[in-house]
């Protein structure tokens, strides 16, 4: 009899000494990637009239097709980043004349901005390479818009080309943070290593 109160007062001596602490839900977890070394190759094919550095994890396609049509040179790329589910689309254009430029960077700086409709801030930065010949601007845009992470480079007499990092999900800054942050590096050496031929 005594082994039976037992028993049955037992789970109640338990509920009431066991709750001293209130609840508080886990936040959303995302999951953390394993991340490689950073280490590149040269990526240097006669289609384009410049050689740069990608990384030796990444896997290049020439773009066939734009919108159905064929892009205006062959130097439209898509370095695949399969173990992030990213690309970084290159597109290169040839410069004829000053009309020509400020047309491409017009349109570099209006493709850029649609974003700012999902964007918390778009932040530019000037790139200057004497060295290389190039500068340009590269745009960190920030919270959860489709392209995080945006550059263009040019002799302003030339060569002209444009990269955009994609990522194929829905964007989130928060589950996409850790490979951005990975990918920038990767990025800065692309745009760092570029050279006109």
């Not at 005594?2 to 977890?29: E, G, M, Q």
């Not at 400020?102 to 530019?124: C, G, M, N, P, W």
């Not at 390479?129 to 845009?141: C, E, I, L, R, S």
């Amino acid at each position: 009899m005594k082994f039976r109160l037992l028993v049955l007062l037992l789970p109640v001596v338990i509920s009431f000494t066991s709750c001293k602490h209130d609840y508080v839900p886990k936040p959303n977890a995302y999951f953390q990637p394993d991340l490689p070394q950073h280490s590149y190759k040269e990526y240097d094919n006669p289609i384009c009239p410049c050689t740069f550095d990608i990384p030796t994890y990444s896997v290049v396609e020439q773009e066939k097709h734009f919108f159905d049509e064929k892009p205006e040179h062959p130097c439209w790329l898509d370095v695949r980043l399969p173990g992030f589910n990213a690309t970084i689309f290159l597109s290169y254009k040839n410069i004829k004349n000053r009309n020509d430029f400020e047309r491409v960077i017009a349109d570099t700086y209006k493709l850029t901005f649609k974003h700012s409709q999902k964007a918390d801030f778009i932040d530019e930065e000037l790139i200057e390479n004497p060295k290389h010949n190039t500068f340009g601007y590269q745009f960190d845009v920030g919270g959860d818009a489709a392209s995080s992470t945006q550059f263009f480079l040019t002799d302003s007499l030339h060569h002209y080309i444009r990269g955009a990092l994609y990522f194929h999900s829905t964007p989130n800054i928060d589950s996409v943070s850790p490979s951005l942050d990975y990918l920038k590096k990767d990025i800065d050496h692309l745009i760092s290593s570029l050279q006109w031929r």
